[in-house]
């Protein structure tokens, strides 16, 4: 895995032994999508439409999952919006310039690539910024883990 680390852009890229269309399944079926991802989701995924669900990571159950899913261009583009480390449940975060998530796929002699670009951490309160990206660039480590793990099982 490599990444790429600034200040408004988190972007980490994965070579997955597993062809692309099981990837973009892992992806953008909600159920498979919280198996790895860790949230119970609520319904499919459908663009220009709220998804929610609850976390399931262990200490974080009290987080519900919100993000506007913006494209699902199969099987090379999935992206969505949501407030980046909106833990806090007494917190209303929907003031705030959401981030924007996309996972690019494009297949390889061996399985797929796959790329995560989180962009838009400028546009957050300047209290909430830094440890929004730290914290999302940390959890999305972790999450292209999870996905390998989930496709190439």
Do not use: C
């Not at 919006?81 to 959401?98: C, F, L, R």
Request: charged residues 25%; without cysteine; glycine residues 6%.
């Amino acid at each position: 895995m490599t990444q790429t680390v600034e200040t408004n852009v988190i972007q980490k890229t994965i070579e997955l032994r597993a062809p692309i269309d099981k990837v973009w399944r892992a992806l953008t079926d909600h159920e498979q999508f919280g198996e790895w991802f860790k949230v119970k989701m609520d319904a499919p995924f459908v663009p220009g439409r709220l998804a929610t669900g609850q976390i399931t990571y262990p200490g974080k159950e009290h987080v519900r999952w919100k993000a506007t899913i913006k494209a699902m261009d199969e099987p090379h583009l999935f992206s969505f919006t949501w407030h980046p480390y909106a833990i806090e449940p007494e917190v209303d975060y929907s003031g705030e310039t959401p981030t924007l998530v996309e996972f690019r796929l494009r297949p390889t002699a061996t399985g797929t690539h796959l790329t995560l670009t989180e962009t838009g951490f400028d546009a957050l309160p300047p209290n909430r910024r830094p440890d929004a990206f730290r914290m999302n660039d940390r959890g999305w480590g972790i999450q292209m883990e999870n996905i390998r793990a989930h496709v190439e099982r």
